[in-house]
């Protein structure tokens, strides 16, 4: 890193806040997607302390974000608690998982859904 | 019984660490077609009890980086403003295009994306 000042550090700081924050709250998600990668490369941090810091940073701006979908009448609460039933569950499952699968061929799997996905979202 | 299963499929994958919103929204547009704006909103309110549980545990573990995570959330916080007025002005179709633009770039990370090699010596 050319820059290892203070105010460098700081200039990063609010970079990655605001490219979080944006992302988040445009795309509904992708916040993490963006602070962890931003932690670990620009700021040195380990890979597991930016996983959790960054649902420090991720969990306000996900509430102000929820606060400007609700008063714009973009919430559907029959859809919501049923994904958050099935979420609460799978979440228990997933961590059991993640000591037993290998969770580098998984991020591949996924990785080629998530693009099967976008390639029909967009066209 | 559909939103359960995409519920349970992304609490699944988000145990894992993989990101759940990467697989609950596309998963939601495709098979239950919800206008993209809700899917969003979806996701922000499935994120926070989640969150929180596992923000604590990791405060718990102390694996949070407040000195890092605090400037970052302040930054943070006028981007998800930014970002959540950005989506709200847009259509949904406009919105659904874009972030299909975002979750082909993600998956390509998750295939490709390397973490970082450790260094030898810190600058």
């Not at chain 1, 810091?53 to 008063?71: E, K, N, R």
């Not at chain 2, 239950?32 to 923000?55: G, R, W, Y």
């Not at chain 2, 406009?94 to 994306?113: D, R």
Request: glycine share 12%; net charge positive.
């Amino acid at each position: 890193m050319a820059f290892s000042g203070r105010t460098a550090r700081y200039l990063k700081y609010i970079l990655i806040g605001i490219a979080a924050g944006v992302a988040n709250g445009l795309f509904g998600s992708g916040g993490g997607t963006i602070a962890v990668p931003a932690m670990v490369f620009l700021l040195d941090a380990e890979e597991h302390k930016a996983h959790a810091t960054a649902l420090l940073i991720i969990l306000p701006l996900t509430i102000v974000s929820v606060y400007f979908y609700l008063t714009n009448n973009y919430v559907d609460w029959n859809i919501t608690w049923k994904a958050m039933v099935g979420g609460v569950v799978g979440g228990a499952i997933g961590a059991f998982l993640l000591n037993k699968c290998p969770s580098k061929i998984l991020r591949k799997i996924f990785g080629i859904f998530m693009i099967l996905a976008a390639i029909r979202m967009i066209f | 019984m559909t939103v359960i299963l995409i519920g349970l499929a992304a609490g699944i994958i988000s145990g894992m660490g993989i990101g759940g919103g990467a697989i609950l929204i596309p998963a939601l547009v495709i098979f239950v077609k919800p206008e993209q704006h809700i899917a969003q909103s979806v996701n922000l309110l499935f994120f926070i009890p989640t969150a929180i549980v596992a923000l604590v545990i990791h405060i718990k573990n102390k694996n949070v980086n407040f000195r890092m995570g605090i400037p970052i959330v302040i930054s943070g916080l006028v981007g998800a403003v930014l970002g959540s007025k950005l989506a709200l002005s847009m259509n949904g179709t406009a919105l659904k295009c874009i972030f299909g633009v975002f979750l082909l770039l993600m998956g390509l990370y998750e295939i490709f994306g390397k973490g970082r090699k450790k260094k030898v010596n810190n600058v």
